[in-house]
């Protein structure tokens, strides 16, 4: 069984394209997240989610955006895709979101631009 | 800004003998850290916690160490077990920051059997 899921588990796509990346969670928590990994090896917060509404929104290009049609499910839609968009990214849940519960991470969507 | 650091990219240890893997943070907000572990081709594993409001915290053969004046923590594993190797991150965070968790860029610990 699964925790977070995320598919799909490598993307590689030509510069200006648009595309999704989708994350399930199973573990009944509140909170879900974003998390990009770059080539330095930083693990930075994008987005959270606390059962569907925004909490956390770093600064991120407009051209992310994150949807959560239900608090199971957290996606993110990459329009005009860059070359410096290329990265690992993760998505995560918590319990609540408090300071106190630890992420449960998927285990990552590599992406490629072209 | 990079507000948590871990200085050592990499760390070998043999079999048996102890790991020590170090964390210095900046920002004396933070109140509550935490280590992942992380294997190739899969997410950070939460592997145990520290609020600050602690100086030491201990599971199993894991025990991490705070001194909030040196804004500084440190993982202690022992013994270290070849299936210990992977990268360790360092997080933290503050209460009031809606559990946003700031990490260090990590350190590759191998375990030599």
């Known amino acids: 069984d699964t925790a977070v899921s995320q598919t799909p588990k490598y993307l590689v796509t030509q510069m200006g394209n648009d595309k999704s990346i989708k994350c399930e969670q199973n573990l009944g928590h509140d909170t879900m997240y974003w998390y990009k990994q770059d080539s330095k090896k930083f693990l930075k917060i994008m987005f959270s989610y606390n059962n569907k509404e925004l909490i956390i929104n770093e600064t991120v290009p407009n051209r992310f955006s994150p949807k959560s049609p239900d608090k199971a499910h957290l996606n993110l839609h990459i329009n005009s895709l860059e070359l410096g968009d290329s990265a690992v990214y993760f998505c995560?849940?918590?319990?609540?979101?408090?300071?106190?519960?630890?992420?449960?991470f998927g285990n990552g969507t590599r992406l490629t631009v072209t | 800004d990079q507000q948590v650091k871990q200085n050592s990219p990499s760390l070998s240890v043999q079999e048996g003998r102890i790991s020590i893997l170090n964390c210095d943070y900046t920002n004396s907000m933070f109140d509550y850290f935490l280590w992942y572990k992380k294997y190739p081709a899969e997410g950070p594993t939460f592997l145990i916690s520290i609020s600050s409001i602690k100086d030491k915290n201990e599971d199993g053969r894991f025990t991490v160490f705070l001194n909030k004046s040196a804004k500084h923590l440190s993982l202690h594993i022992v013994p270290s077990q070849p299936g210990d190797s992977a990268v360790y991150f360092c997080a933290a965070t503050y209460n009031t920051n809606a559990g946003k968790s700031t990490f260090g860029d990590g350190t590759t610990l191998t375990v030599k059997p």
């Open positions: 995560a849940s918590s319990q609540d979101g408090g300071v106190g519960s630890p992420l449960h």
